[in-house]
């Protein structure tokens, strides 16, 4: 074979360009700047009302250094969390008119059926009295009717009493129709629910419940016993009643240090535990237009302790319609009486204040008796 006269190059295979792999790296790296950049300035993007802008620092500035559209510069504030007491003065006065005197006869939880029932009402002409109060639910927990609240059946607190056929029954008893039906219920001292709900319980700083002579605790500040409470309250104004009474809505008069299950920023006071669930209870009951009324705590009234019970006078009258005291005689419940007037703004001081006694003391209008057992009529004579 005849060879070139010209001299021999080795030529090696000429590589492709990889145009797509050009491309699909800048479409990357262009992602991955915004990115960077959304994130990074993310903090100077300022919102107005006729668009969004960039703000970003120095470049907003002028020659002359102040800021477009006539901003001025943020004005440097040490802020200081200051944590104060409640303040009710601003909460309006809504209870307390137009009540009717109510001179009632106490029931308490063990008698309220038809024939115990019975037992009282032959007594109340004797007391001039016009009302029943009937302890629905004790300081044991255990109430007497079959409730339909559902906390009541989740932890077994049913009784077995047809409440709602009991309250027809006296209805109808009362040819006049004058007889006044008051519920009375306990809130913060519930035995039964604070054993089988323990995360419903009032504790001691050690962790342990919280019992007293009086009973066993609960927080106020519980959802659980908010709703359970509001269930019962609901249900009884739904049966009939005329009123409902609350019993022990106050946190126990201690030097104890108590635990609470909440967790706030601020820190739990009994005042705004008893306060805030006093106003969440007679909100959940304004649709039924029932009077709901209170039981002060004796040992916090007379001796000025109600930072440690959590019973604010000045929010209670105004939103309770009556405020009950147990008392000995009449002339404590005088000093009783004069030491809440200045908190009741509505209605009249003789049927908003009641005293508790076993007499109905002279000059009152308003008052729950609790009849001596050697007053009362035997099973058979009632």
Same mark, same amino acid.
């Given at each position: 074979m @005849?060879?070139?006269?010209?001299?021999?190059?080795?030529?090696?295979?000429?590589?492709?360009?990889?145009?797509?792999?050009?491309?699909?790296?800048?479409?990357?790296?262009?992602?991955?700047?915004?990115?960077?950049?959304?994130?990074?300035?993310?903090?100077y993007?300022?919102?107005?009302?006729?668009?969004?802008?960039?703000?970003?620092?120095?470049a907003?500035?002028?020659? =002359?250094?102040a800021?477009?559209?006539?901003?001025?510069?943020?004005?440097?504030?040490?802020?200081?969390?200051?944590?104060?007491?409640?303040?009710?003065?601003?909460?309006?006065?809504?209870?307390?008119?137009?009540?009717?005197?109510?001179?009632?006869v106490?029931?308490?939880?063990?008698?309220?059926?038809?024939?115990?029932?019975?037992?009282?009402?032959?007594?109340?002409?004797?007391?001039?009295?016009?009302?029943?109060?009937l302890?629905?639910?004790?300081v044991?927990?255990?109430?007497?009717?079959?409730?339909s609240?559902p906390?009541?059946?989740?932890?077994?607190l049913?009784?077995?009493l047809d409440?709602?056929?009991?309250?027809?029954?006296?209805?109808?008893? =009362?040819?006049d129709?004058? $007889?006044?039906?008051?519920?009375?219920?306990?809130?913060?001292?519930?035995?039964?629910?604070?054993?089988?709900?323990?995360?419903?319980?009032?504790?001691?700083?050690?962790?342990?419940?919280?019992?007293?002579?009086e009973?066993?605790?609960?927080?106020?500040?519980?959802?659980?016993?908010?709703a359970y409470?509001?269930?019962?309250?609901?249900?009884?104004?739904?049966?009939?009643?005329?009123?409902l009474?609350?019993?022990?809505?106050?946190?126990?008069?201690?030097?104890?240090a108590?635990?609470?299950?909440?967790e706030?920023?601020?820190?739990?006071?009994?005042?705004a535990a008893?306060?805030?669930? @006093?106003v969440?209870?007679?909100?959940?009951?304004?649709?039924?237009?029932?009077?709901?009324?209170?039981?002060?705590?004796?040992?916090?009234?007379?001796?000025?302790?109600?930072?440690?019970s959590?019973?604010?006078l000045?929010?209670?009258?105004?939103v309770?319609?009556?405020?009950c005291?147990?008392? =000995?005689s009449a002339?404590?419940?005088g000093?009783?009486?004069?030491?809440? =007037?200045?908190?009741?703004?509505?209605?009249? $001081?003789?049927?908003?204040?009641?005293?508790?006694?076993?007499?109905?003391?002279?000059?009152?209008?308003?008052?729950?008796?609790?009849?001596?057992?050697?007053?009362?009529?035997?099973?058979?004579?009632?």
């Amino acid at each position: 074979m @005849a060879r070139s006269n010209g001299p021999e190059v080795y030529r090696g295979r000429r590589k492709r360009l990889n145009v797509l792999g050009v491309v699909f790296g800048a479409l990357a790296a262009l992602i991955l700047l915004t990115v960077v950049l959304f994130f990074g300035l993310q903090k100077y993007i300022v919102f107005e009302h006729d668009g969004v802008r960039v703000a970003l620092p120095g470049a907003a500035a002028g020659e =002359d250094g102040a800021l477009p559209n006539d901003e001025t510069a943020p004005e440097q504030v040490n802020a200081v969390l200051e944590i104060t007491d409640p303040d009710y003065s601003a909460v309006p006065a809504t209870a307390g008119e137009g009540l009717a005197n109510m001179a009632a006869v106490f029931v308490p939880a063990q008698d309220v059926s038809m024939s115990g029932v019975g037992r009282y009402m032959s007594v109340m002409s004797s007391y001039n009295a016009n009302a029943l109060v009937l302890e629905v639910k004790p300081v044991s927990g255990q109430l007497v009717w079959a409730s339909s609240s559902p906390t009541a059946a989740a932890y077994s607190l049913n009784g077995t009493l047809d409440l709602e056929a009991m309250v027809a029954a006296l209805r109808q008893q =009362d040819e006049d129709d004058e $007889l006044y039906l008051v519920a009375q219920l306990s809130c913060c001292i519930d035995g039964l629910l604070a054993e089988r709900c323990p995360s419903a319980a009032l504790r001691f700083a050690t962790g342990a419940a919280y019992a007293d002579s009086e009973g066993t605790w609960l927080d106020p500040y519980s959802a659980t016993v908010s709703a359970y409470l509001s269930e019962l309250c609901s249900e009884l104004a739904e049966m009939g009643f005329d009123e409902l009474l609350l019993k022990s809505l106050s946190l126990p008069i201690t030097e104890e240090a108590i635990g609470f299950s909440v967790e706030l920023s601020s820190t739990p006071t009994p005042e705004a535990a008893v306060c805030g669930l @006093a106003v969440e209870l007679t909100n959940a009951l304004e649709a039924y237009a029932i009077p709901v009324s209170a039981i002060l705590d004796t040992t916090s009234l007379r001796s000025g302790l109600a930072d440690k019970s959590g019973q604010n006078l000045e929010l209670f009258g105004k939103v309770f319609d009556r405020l009950c005291s147990a008392t =000995d005689s009449a002339w404590l419940s005088g000093v009783d009486r004069d030491s809440i =007037d200045q908190y009741l703004t509505l209605g009249s $001081l003789e049927t908003r204040y009641v005293p508790i006694m076993s007499y109905v003391p002279e000059g009152f209008t308003s008052c729950i008796v609790r009849v001596p057992d050697g007053v009362l009529p035997t099973g058979e004579e009632g």
